[in-house]
């Protein structure tokens, strides 16, 4: 099946540093998403980008599909940004997510 | 307000016991997921259900059961086959129409005594 790799898996910031997580995955998908899962276990769907660049807020990401990839961007990062950060992936043709098994942040005020 | 609950938050059991957790969601959408989730890595996939009446068993579906009678609850059942069921257990779900995002709920820790 598809994999998934995240990197790096962990990651500690000061309050205000910008940060880029990877997601590299082996085969072609038509589904992208990142997911940031919080201290509590709550996940929230932060993109469904299969392919370009999206932003929200302090956010943003970006997937490029022909390389097998996406980055997630987090700029001026504030301490409710620490948590486990997913990427999550459906091939082709198939109709399951696969999951990555993340990246850590904590961010440090 | 529209949103997946799960039930309950905590649940201990002792060895040998079925026990059943709850999941509803009132977003009116098709498509329903169970998920496992070990300390320290992603979330293995269950149980998923497109439609009422019919699921199909994900990448770890031995020791489990789950049954979709209604839309909106997809109740799963760990059973006592499940050989290491300790684990926190997250139920999503997603339309089938439009962009194929998966909203999830607040999830159940299991542990086993």
């Known amino acids: 099946g598809i994999q998934v790799e995240q990197s790096p898996p962990d990651l500690i910031l000061q309050e205000g540093a910008n940060s880029t997580l990877r997601c590299n995955f082996s085969?072609?998908?038509?589904?992208l998403q990142w997911f940031h899962q919080n201290p509590w276990g709550q996940l929230i769907n932060l993109f469904y980008?299969?392919?370009g660049t999206k932003q929200n807020g302090r956010l943003s990401a970006t997937t490029v599909a022909t390389e097998r990839y996406s980055l997630l961007y987090i700029s001026s990062s504030q301490t409710t940004d620490s948590g486990v950060y997913f990427c999550?992936?459906?091939?082709?043709?198939?109709?399951?997510?696969?999951f990555g098994t993340g990246t850590r942040l904590l961010v440090s005020p | 307000d529209g949103g997946i609950t799960q039930s309950p938050k905590y649940l201990f059991r002792k060895e040998g016991q079925n026990v059943t957790l709850s999941c509803e969601q009132n977003?009116?959408?098709?498509?329903m997921y169970w998920y496992r989730q070990d300390p320290g890595q992603g979330l293995r996939l269950i149980y998923y259900?497109?439609?009422?009446?019919?699921?199909q068993k994900g990448d770890i579906a031995e020791g489990y059961s789950v049954s979709r009678e209604k839309k909106e609850s997809f109740p799963l059942t760990v059973t006592s086959a499940q050989k290491n069921p300790t684990a926190f257990y997250l139920c999503?779900?997603?339309?089938?129409?439009?962009?194929?995002?998966?909203?999830f709920g607040p999830g159940t820790r299991l542990t086993v005594l």
């Open positions: 259900s497109q439609i009422v009446n019919d699921f």
């Open positions: 977003l009116n959408h098709d498509a």
């Open positions: 999503a779900s997603s339309p089938l129409e439009g962009p194929d995002t998966q909203y």
């Open positions: 999550a992936v459906m091939n082709t043709g198939f109709q399951k997510l696969v």
């Open positions: 085969d072609s998908v038509n589904n």
């Open positions: 980008i299969p392919s």
